[in-house]
């Protein structure tokens, strides 16, 4: 069997029994998140371009709101992923080192568990590999133009919709452009600026949004990268930054990866394949490691860097493999060990049947209890409301919440247009993407002919809140019984009215405090 034909069964055979997990997890908040944009469709969001919600929207529509319909594209895009990668590590070197490349990123934990959840950084990995290999078909065939050119702006284009540090490669473009000397001539050339111009022409999309929402995600990426309050130096969140990696990507991967980076620098003016896959990977690590100086970086923020970063390893240690049996051996206890990492990430209950018990937080909790959960929380609204006599309007206290509750509710309810099925609590600030979707603290216009509600205040804006008079429940999570300030100032009453516990193997994952809001006046000026 050739080693072509044996990737694409790795890969089939992979893909579908990814495909099978998919709806054994809830969602975890960001997947309901991301869904929420699904069903509000925009150029742009609070924090990222609008890929994600495209993706899921066609998702959905073919097989429903359900985990499986959220998830579906996910180990589609890793298995595009896979075979990218097969097939340029095939171009650089051969097919066998293509079918080692596979199997070591199939192995790694991080890209496993972004091979489940449906998140911006399946898309991202995709279409900046995909660039990655278009750019360098199209530099094959430099001084001659191609349509590899612009068909390369475009992936970097749909790369920057889906994650804004797709704009990075770019950079990287420039770079191995500006240091190889027969290709400098491009920067002479019209390839280039057609790379370019594609690329800005899928930019305008969010550059517009935001620019119509006073530039909010750039207040959104200063916070993340935690620089509101200024530029520390912190070696401590250094180390943090790149001890994470040991276990995102695996202890011995990641140990072969760093070796194989740092002793290839010496060959980079040497070899245009070493020159071109460490620029397609220095400046995204570079940009997250200085960012880490000040407050370490999430292990997956420069994952982007190790798709350059990997296959430069491969090249390093794929000359020592032949002649080394221990070498060999190595390689393969590493991908073993990741497997097994990968396999636990994905079902942590596999080291409780070993007896293992967890002290802290399982990770994987992350997806579990939130429909169980809001069934619970359904049930005290539909007992409140037989009791009342009125609907009751939802407010949880994060993002988190609001979203899975607004995913798993079987009745959403929702008061309009638009109206997401749970609310945040109101806020002058623009917290995240529920501040740009109708508020239950807003005015809305009076229709003409309409009387004004009886007790409704005059406002300048000739406008009324359907919600005034209305009572809510509150959702909070933890232990805490009282409700924060905005929620109490805001309603003429509060009272708890429940707890809800969820637990799983005798250790409480999930406990929200439910609180019964009563007639709903607006905050005070």
């Not at 097969?86 to 080192?97: G, H």
């Not at 449906?118 to 590999?129: E, K, R, Y």
């Not at 057609?194 to 690329?199: A, Q, T, Y």
Request: charged fraction near 20%; proline fraction near 5%.
């Amino acid at each position: 069997m050739s080693t072509t034909r044996a990737v694409w069964l790795f890969v089939i055979a992979l893909t579908a029994i990814r495909l099978s997990l998919l709806a054994t997890t809830d969602l975890e908040f960001d997947e309901a998140h991301y869904w929420m944009w699904s069903e509000r469709l925009a150029p742009a969001y609070f924090s990222k371009g609008p890929a994600i919600a495209f993706v899921i929207r066609a998702s959905t529509a073919l097989f429903g709101a359900n985990e499986f319909g959220v998830r579906f594209f996910s180990p589609l895009l890793a298995a595009g992923t896979s075979l990218l990668l097969f097939y340029f590590s095939r171009r650089l070197f051969n097919a066998t080192a293509g079918l080692w490349a596979v199997v070591a990123l199939n192995a790694t934990p991080i890209f496993n568990v972004g091979a489940f959840v449906m998140t911006i950084d399946s898309l991202s990995i995709f279409f900046w590999l995909a660039a990655m290999f278009t750019f360098w078909m199209a530099v094959e065939k430099s001084p001659r133009f191609s349509s590899w050119w612009p068909f390369t702006g475009l992936l970097i284009g749909f790369g920057f919709l889906s994650k804004y540090t797709n704009a990075l490669e770019l950079v990287s473009i420039l770079l191995v452009l500006a240091l190889a000397p027969r290709l400098r001539q491009e920067f002479r050339r019209p390839a280039l600026y057609s790379l370019v111009g594609v690329f800005v022409i899928c930019s305008i999309p969010p550059l517009v949004w935001n620019q119509q929402h006073a530039w909010i995600t750039l207040a959104h990426l200063r916070s993340r990268g935690n620089l509101e309050h200024g530029f520390g130096v912190h070696p401590v969140e250094v180390l943090s930054f790149l001890g994470q990696h040991f276990l995102a990507y695996s202890p011995v991967l990641f140990l072969a990866l760093a070796w194989g980076v740092i002793a290839s620098w010496r060959r980079v003016n040497q070899q245009f394949k070493v020159l071109f896959l460490m620029w397609f990977g220095l400046p995204v690590f570079v940009f997250y490691l200085l960012l880490s100086v000040n407050k370490a970086a999430a292990p997956n923020w420069d994952g982007l860097a190790f798709l350059g970063f990997g296959l430069l390893a491969l090249y390093f240690w794929w000359e020592r493999f032949e002649d080394n049996v221990a070498l060999r051996l190595g390689a393969v206890v590493a991908i073993l060990i990741g497997l097994v990492m990968s396999v636990i990430a994905l079902d942590t209950d596999l080291l409780r049947t070993a007896g293992y018990h967890f002290e802290r937080n399982d990770p994987s909790d992350r997806m579990r209890g939130w429909k169980s959960a809001t069934r619970a929380l359904e049930k005290v609204r539909n007992e409140l409301e037989a009791k009342l006599g009125q609907k009751l309007f939802l407010i949880a206290d994060a993002r988190d919440r609001a979203s899975e509750i607004s995913f798993y509710l079987r009745d959403k309810r929702v008061e309009g247009p638009g109206h997401p099925p749970a609310y945040i609590p109101e806020s002058q600030d623009m917290v995240n993407q529920f501040s740009f979707w109708p508020r239950y603290d807003e005015f809305v216009e009076l229709k003409p002919g309409i009387p004004r509600p009886e007790g409704e205040t005059y406002t300048e804006e000739n406008g009324i809140n359907p919600f005034v008079g209305r009572d809510a429940l509150f959702i909070r999570s933890g232990e805490k019984e009282q409700v924060p300030h905005n929620i109490r100032a805001a309603f003429q009453s509060t009272e708890r009215v429940g707890t809800i516990e969820v637990s799983r193997y005798g250790k409480v994952i999930r406990t929200w405090q439910v609180f019964l809001c009563r007639n709903y006046r607006t905050l005070p000026l």
